[in-house]
């Protein structure tokens, strides 16, 4: 048996070593999701920066989510509608905007037609079929259900459909 | 080609350009320390401006009649002279005052009690009540309060209610089409609320505190700056180039605007509040930022520049408090209050709750013992044919965890010499509290612990058995205990260190021999 010695390891060791790898692992891919459904890298580096960040402060609670990347792109993706809701009052307060970087697509009309849906119907588009998650992941990723996964994205599916062919 | 087909390659080719700088983990590590240095600072900071006064742990616990404070300490800064107004108006000066009371910091961590020297007086620490982003209150000893991050299985922004005396919030509304709900005002039985669209449209809305009578108060009004209610007026302020202020009643019925609201005056694109017959707002006068406070049936008004403190007496039962762009109100009444403020990048909330109300409340706090641990309503196992002295602690413990009497079986700990941390000479509830707070929740894990077949060796049972056996066969055990990033972890590790996450162990003569993780 394994003696229980007087280390002075803290109880977070384990959580902290996985952390590591999660973050090495993870970060790029969940930026590139979150600039992908934001239409803005600046924003998207910031808000994974941001939402990373909180991942670690917590990381005992959110190592033990199913889908941890998915619990990071829901953080920053929150954390960017509250940074776009301030800036919307900054504006409202004459105070300069921020500077954003757009994306661009290689196919301008994709791009149009992606950039015109909803925020929440962009990010299962890009969840389903960026990060390739299933349904489930798509729905524990963004708090919803499944079956509001499946509709959301029939109904961008749709939208993009009308968009680019001109039928539903 | 098909559309998904056009779609998913579009995204990987755009993404596949998208480049991000090599990050260090660590440097996201340092940027979460400095926060946490950056957030006590400034609860510090702010507790000791205001002129604090502690409130000692004991008295948050009465949860009796609360007394009028009669003994208010209105240690008064000196009030600068008072500048004109837009259109000359004459101004007379708000009173700016300080009273006794502690902070509470509604924040990332979860709702906290500050003392001024910074000690904590509780922190909610379970996923329910962290990321806090606005909270108001409920007028009777509760919250009203948006998750920055809104734990499963409730929908993101989704707007809840931890009424006075309950141990979970209740969730009244989830925002539709993945909006924004922002918490105004409990008013007569009724939260309202405001309701950011995706689209870009703001609307006001109403539900009962029972989840009944959901409404809209005011449908979609583009440019809204920023929206306020009290006593049955609901005052709207809007964006532009001279929005002006929109009244209503709280039935949504539109009210005739007074000459005052209709001109270009201060404030009409910050926020709001009212109290006692006046509208609050902030504006930027002769360069200097001022509290303004508008007289709602003359117009007439005031202003007052703002400077070190942040709470002004707004008439007998009232105070404003202001951050940034935000200035919020609050009934006290007389009584003591504390002010519950988000800490997220400077776009505070307040919201000001009778702290004695406040504390009376199970869930939010009298003292350490109290602090989150997540009842486990199991069964416990039967005699499993474990010696009787083993049988018997291994079924107190178990009843003890489970139960969270986390006084009882650090009583057992501390009688049976048993370890339970690898540092400091703490009391293991603090231990537990600690850990609790940041996400490790030992009493349900120990249950869950406890329920796999434990493995005696040098004359102590442990809980798992994997602990001592290493085997595979005992490794499956735990797949469904961790997390699984956890079980991967430790499982790939398994050759070199084994098992080093929470274990109990329990000698041949019944004696609790440790309840530990790590190494």
Same mark, same amino acid.
């Given at each position: 048996?394994?003696?229980?010695?007087?280390?002075?390891?803290?109880?977070?060791?384990?959580?902290?070593?996985?952390?590591?790898?999660?973050?090495?692992?993870?970060?790029?891919?969940?930026?590139?999701?979150?600039?992908?459904?934001?239409?803005?890298?600046?924003?998207?580096?910031?808000?994974?920066?941001?939402?990373?960040?909180?991942?670690?402060?917590?990381?005992?609670?959110?190592?033990?989510?199913?889908?941890?990347?998915?619990?990071?792109?829901?953080?920053?993706?929150?954390?960017?509608?509250?940074?776009?809701?301030?800036?919307?009052?900054?504006?409202l307060s004459?105070?300069?905007?921020?500077?954003?970087?757009?994306?661009?697509?290689?196919?301008?009309?994709?791009?149009?037609?992606?950039?015109?849906?909803?925020?929440?119907?962009?990010?299962?588009?890009?969840?389903?079929?960026?990060?390739?998650?299933?349904?489930?992941?798509?729905?524990?990723?963004?708090?919803?259900?499944?079956?509001?996964?499946?509709?959301?994205?029939?109904?961008?599916?749709?939208?993009?459909?009308?968009?680019?062919?001109?039928?539903? | 080609?098909?559309?998904?087909?056009?779609?998913?390659?579009?995204?990987?080719?755009?993404?596949?350009?998208?480049?991000?700088?090599?990050?260090?983990?660590?440097?996201?590590?340092?940027?979460? !320390?400095?926060?946490?240095?950056?957030?006590?600072?400034?609860?510090?900071?702010?507790?000791? +401006?205001?002129?604090?006064?502690?409130?000692? !742990?004991?008295?948050?616990?009465?949860?009796?009649?609360?007394?009028?404070?009669?003994?208010? %300490?209105?240690?008064?800064?000196?009030?600068?002279?008072v500048?004109s107004a837009p259109g000359s108006v004459e101004t007379t000066?708000v009173?700016?005052?300080?009273?006794?009371?502690?902070?509470?910091?509604?924040?990332?961590?979860?709702?906290?009690?500050?003392?001024?020297?910074?000690?904590?007086?509780?922190?909610?620490?379970?996923?329910? $009540?962290?990321?806090?982003?606005?909270?108001?209150?409920?007028?009777?000893?509760?919250?009203?309060?948006? $998750?920055?991050?809104?734990?499963?299985?409730?929908?993101?922004?989704?707007?809840?209610?931890?009424?006075?005396?309950?141990?979970?919030?209740?969730?009244?509304?989830?925002?539709?089409?993945?909006?924004?709900?922002?918490?105004l005002e409990?008013d007569q039985?009724?939260?309202f609320?405001r309701?950011?669209?995706? +689209?870009?449209?703001s609307s006001i809305?109403?539900?009962?505190?029972?989840?009944?009578?959901?409404?809209?108060v005011v449908g979609?009004t583009p440019m809204l700056g920023s929206a306020a209610v009290s006593e049955g007026l609901l005052v709207l302020s809007l964006g532009g180039d001279c929005g002006g202020y929109a009244l209503y009643d709280t039935a949504g019925t539109a009210l005739p605007t007074p000459d005052w609201a209709s001109e270009c005056g201060p404030g009409v694109q910050n926020d709001i509040a009212l109290a006692d017959g006046y509208l609050f707002t902030l504006s930027d006068i002769?360069?200097?930022?001022q509290l303004v406070r508008i007289d709602l049936e003359t117009g007439e008004q005031a202003s007052t520049?703002?400077?070190?403190?942040?709470?002004v007496?707004a008439e007998?039962a009232s105070?404003v408090?202001?951050?940034?762009?935000?200035i919020r109100v609050?009934?006290?009444?007389?009584?003591?209050?504390?002010?519950?403020?988000?800490?997220?990048?400077?776009?505070?909330?307040? !919201?000001?709750?009778?702290?004695?109300?406040? +504390?009376?409340?199970?869930?939010?706090?009298?003292?350490?013992?109290?602090?989150?641990?997540?009842?486990?309503?199991?069964?416990?196992?039967?005699?499993?044919?474990?010696?009787?002295?083993?049988?018997?602690?291994?079924?107190?413990?178990?009843?003890? %965890?489970?139960?969270?009497?986390?006084?009882?079986?650090?009583?057992?700990?501390?009688?049976?010499?048993? !370890?339970?941390?690898?540092?400091?000479?703490?009391?293991?509830?603090?231990?537990?509290?600690?850990?609790?707070?940041?996400?490790?929740?030992?009493?349900?894990?120990?249950?869950?612990?406890?329920?796999?077949?434990?493995?005696?060796?040098?004359?102590?049972?442990?809980?798992?058995?994997?602990?001592?056996?290493?085997?595979?066969?005992?490794?499956?055990?735990?797949?469904?205990?961790?997390?699984?990033?956890?079980?991967?972890?430790?499982?790939?590790?398994?050759?070199?260190?084994?098992?080093?996450?929470?274990?109990?162990?329990?000698?041949?003569?019944?004696?609790?021999?440790?309840?530990?993780?790590?190494?």
């Open positions: 048996m394994m003696a229980v010695d007087t280390g002075e390891i803290p109880v977070v060791r384990f959580a902290t070593g996985s952390f590591e790898a999660f973050y090495e692992t993870n970060r790029q891919h969940i930026f590139r999701a979150l600039a992908l459904t934001l239409g803005n890298s600046d924003l998207a580096a910031d808000s994974v920066d941001e939402a990373m960040v909180r991942a670690y402060q917590r990381w005992r609670t959110v190592s033990t989510y199913d889908n941890q990347a998915g619990w990071v792109y829901r953080v920053g993706l929150n954390w960017a509608r509250s940074r776009l809701r301030k800036r919307k009052r900054e504006i004459d105070q300069p905007p921020e500077l954003s970087t757009e994306l661009t697509f290689s196919d301008p009309d994709l791009e149009r037609a992606v950039m015109a849906l909803p925020l929440e119907a962009r990010s299962v588009v890009v969840l389903r079929f960026y990060l390739d998650w299933s349904t489930d992941e798509v729905a524990d990723a963004l708090g919803i259900r499944p079956g509001t996964v499946k509709s959301r994205l029939h109904r961008a599916m749709n939208e993009l459909r009308v968009q680019l062919e001109g039928n539903p | 080609m098909s559309l998904e087909k056009r779609i998913r390659d579009e995204l990987h080719d755009t993404a596949e350009r998208l480049a991000l700088v090599p990050g260090e983990y660590r440097r996201a590590m340092e940027r979460g !320390a400095t926060r946490r240095r950056q957030r006590l600072a400034m609860i510090v900071t702010g507790a000791l +401006a205001l002129g604090v006064v502690v409130v000692a !742990a004991n008295a948050i616990e009465l949860a009796g009649p609360v007394e009028p404070a009669s003994d208010v %300490a209105t240690t008064l800064g000196p009030v600068p002279p500048t000066a009173p700016v005052m300080m009273a006794d009371e502690i902070v509470a910091v509604a924040s990332i961590d979860g709702l906290g009690v500050y003392s001024p020297g910074g000690e904590t007086a509780f922190l909610t620490s379970d996923p329910y $009540h962290q990321s806090i982003s606005w909270a108001i209150s409920d007028g009777e000893g509760g919250l009203v309060f948006t $998750h920055e991050v809104t734990p499963l299985p409730w929908v993101q922004g989704t707007l809840m209610w931890l009424g006075a005396g309950a141990s979970m919030p209740s969730p009244l509304v989830a925002p539709e089409g993945g909006g924004v709900i922002t918490p409990v039985g009724s939260v609320y309701l950011d669209d995706l +689209a870009g449209s809305r109403a539900i009962g505190l029972d989840g009944s009578d959901s409404r809209v979609p002769d360069s200097q930022r520049p703002i400077i070190e403190g942040w709470q007496e007998a105070r408090a202001y951050g940034g762009n935000i609050g009934d006290f009444s007389g009584d003591e209050f504390v002010e519950t403020e988000s800490y997220s990048e400077g776009h505070g909330t307040f !919201a000001f709750l009778p702290s004695i109300h406040l +504390a009376a409340n199970p869930r939010l706090g009298s003292g350490m013992g109290e602090l989150p641990c997540t009842v486990l309503d199991v069964p416990n196992p039967e005699p499993t044919g474990l010696p009787a002295p083993v049988e018997e602690k291994f079924q107190q413990v178990f009843t003890l %965890a489970k139960t969270c009497d986390l006084e009882a079986l650090a009583e057992v700990v501390r009688e049976d010499g048993a !370890a339970f941390t690898y540092g400091g000479d703490e009391h293991p509830v603090q231990t537990w509290v600690r850990n609790a707070r940041f996400g490790f929740d030992i009493m349900p894990m120990t249950v869950r612990i406890l329920n796999t077949p434990p493995a005696l060796v040098d004359g102590i049972y442990a809980w798992p058995g994997v602990f001592v056996t290493n085997s595979e066969e005992d490794w499956q055990q735990l797949s469904g205990i961790l997390s699984a990033a956890e079980f991967d972890l430790m499982y790939k590790q398994r050759d070199d260190i084994g098992y080093l996450g929470l274990r109990v162990g329990i000698t041949e003569d019944g004696r609790l021999s440790y309840l530990i993780s790590g190494d």
